[in-house]
């Protein structure tokens, strides 16, 4: 006798576990959790477990990252920089891209578990054709969705999951696509220093003068220049390119 596959409920249990952790976290640590503010109230206790623990320390950034990622937290690209001030350019770079890779393939196989399958099996077979397409080219679509700042990015973790395509393809091109960001914000972040300082001597100055809405701020998304986004963009549609040459060859051989 075969076995019954899970009903919709119970496959709906992770993903509301993920749902209510999110939530928990957000009321818990707020959106300032991962910001320079942060960064500045307790950098002497981060320094002095990075310098005393270099590897455990490495270990722990990994394992805040997934789940921040995991659970859709806001601050990932300022978390990234700070991976790059507290290691370096090569290790915080690393580092960051396997805790995002994580975080990633956490969200995708909870969501292929609980939604992809049954709505691929129920939304008719147009749906299913162009899930399939998908899947055809689904390195070359997922590298370009990671590259394109312009997609968010627990978005493109639930779209592969919803077209069915394979852990090691999504793992392979979410790492891949997640490179080139993550450098540009770690080697960012190896600068950080001066920007702390002076955003220490803006904070004091104005507690200082008696104001009562100081705080320290950093806008992340000031990294991507429109330089750098029109490069990532071409990188990304480089990206395309084996897709479009395969569909020419399937339409010259038709």
Known sequence: MSAQPPSLA??????AVIAAAAVAAYVAFGRGA????????????IDAFVAQHR?????????IYAAAVSLSLPGAAFLTMTGGFLFGLATGAAA????????????????????????????????TQLAQGFRADAFSYLLFLRLVPAFPFFLVNLVPAFAGVRLSTFVAATALGIIPGALVYAFAGTGLDSVIAAQKTSYDACLAAGRANCSLSFNAGNVLTPELIGALIALGLLALVPALVKRLRARVAS
């Open 96 to 127: 960051a891209v396997i805790g995002a890779t994580a975080g990633a393939t956490v969200i995708f196989l909870v969501a292929r578990t609980a939604l992809g399958e049954p709505l691929l099996k129920h939304a008719g077979a147009r749906a």
């Open 55 to 63: 590897a455990l320390a490495v270990l722990a950034y990994v394992g």
């Open 34 to 45: 991962i910001s320079l503010e942060a960064l500045v109230r307790h950098r002497a206790a």
């Open 10 to 15: 119970r496959r709906l249990v992770p993903l």
